[in-house]
């Protein structure tokens, strides 16, 4: 049950997470991208994770329980031009660590303005996660910014450039507006496959 969400912790940097137990999944993007908006809806709780017209909003790990074994996770945006060279490079080395290292990872969103999708840092971080055998997620969000002939060729696209890489296996997309609510039941299937198997 996704509405029982509630923030339990954070952390500055991934060596400092709650310890390995049950199961997580984390939500990854770009600054702005619309990660913290996406787990409100799905949590149905428009104050549990601070959203902004700010990019670079969310600095910090933030975990929120759903149950005692189950947590979803919102990671710092990346690709915030302001932040120094030398703390993205940390960042970018402690995200790569964290999909391949943290066990009781089940699955990773990939949160995408679904008007840019599949910029470079996007790329990397699949493959990194794909690198992994993690499955992947890719929510293009703000769909209500488009009109439903682009938004679902945005999708086809998106499908396609997964099938030629080869990793349809571990990745999978959807269409998605936190404004509207639009894709919450297939984002809810997704997740739920991955944090009770
Ligand atoms: P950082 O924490 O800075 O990395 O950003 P974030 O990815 O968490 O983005 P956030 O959820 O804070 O949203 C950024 C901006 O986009 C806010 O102004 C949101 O209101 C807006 N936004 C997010 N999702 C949607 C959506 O589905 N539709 C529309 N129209 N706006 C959205
Ligand atoms: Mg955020």
Redesign the pocket.
Known sequence: NFNLAHFTQSAPSIRECPPEAGAEVAFA?????????????LTGNHKL???????????LINFFDLSENTRLV?L??YG?AKVPRAMKEQWQKNLSEYLHERRCLAGLVV?MDIRHPMQEFDTMVINWAVEAQMPVHLLL?????LKKGPAQNTLLQVKKSIKEAGVDDLVTAQT?????GAGLDTLKQRLTGWLLS
Do not use: E, H, M
């Open positions: 993007g770009r600054s702005n991208a619309g990660k913290s908006s996406a787990i409100n809806t994770a601070r959203t902004s017209k700010t990019p670079g909003r969310t600095q919102d710092p945006g915030y949160v969000t703000k769909a209500d910014k998605f507006s936190s404004l509207k």
